[in-house]
């Protein structure tokens, strides 16, 4: 059974940084695409950034320049670096992968099967 589980959110003060976590295992980690959303009280799940099988990045807009996510194959871990971070980033961050290691997910929600439970980033002003 696939599981992603996330961890690395807490409470922040507007201006600094977090890294994220997420542990991957039931799947072959580094054959797959990963990526992370997010979700804030009252608004939809949003996409925040991708990595390809090969480690080749993607960014939402929103977050272009101040997020870095990462991969560590040997130890089925994908990372979210967040820096400069401001108040309109608290949300639950969530950790997803798509049904199988051939499928380039992308930006499309609907095309992450696996999800993680998420971990709460909280951005003080």
């Known amino acids: 059974q696939v599981q992603l589980v996330e961890s690395g959110g807490e409470v922040v003060q507007a201006g600094g940084s977090l890294r994220l976590s997420c542990a991957a295992s039931?799947?072959?980690?580094?054959?797959?695409?990963m990526g992370w959303f997010r979700q804030a009280p009252g608004k939809e799940r949003e996409f925040v950034a991708t990595?390809?099988?090969?480690?080749?990045?993607y960014y939402a807009d929103s977050v272009k320049g101040r997020f870095t996510i990462s991969r560590d194959n040997a130890k089925n871990t994908v990372h979210l670096q967040m820096n400069s971070l401001k108040p309109e980033d608290t949300a639950v961050y969530y950790c997803?992968?798509?049904?199988?290691?051939?499928?380039?997910?992308?930006?499309?929600?609907?095309?992450?099967?696996?999800w993680g439970q998420g971990t709460q980033v909280t951005v003080s002003s």
């Open positions: 990595i390809s099988r090969n480690g080749s990045p």
């Open positions: 997803a992968a798509p049904k199988s290691w051939f499928v380039v997910p992308g930006t499309a929600e609907e095309r992450y099967s696996y």
């Open positions: 039931g799947l072959t980690f580094s054959s797959y695409a």
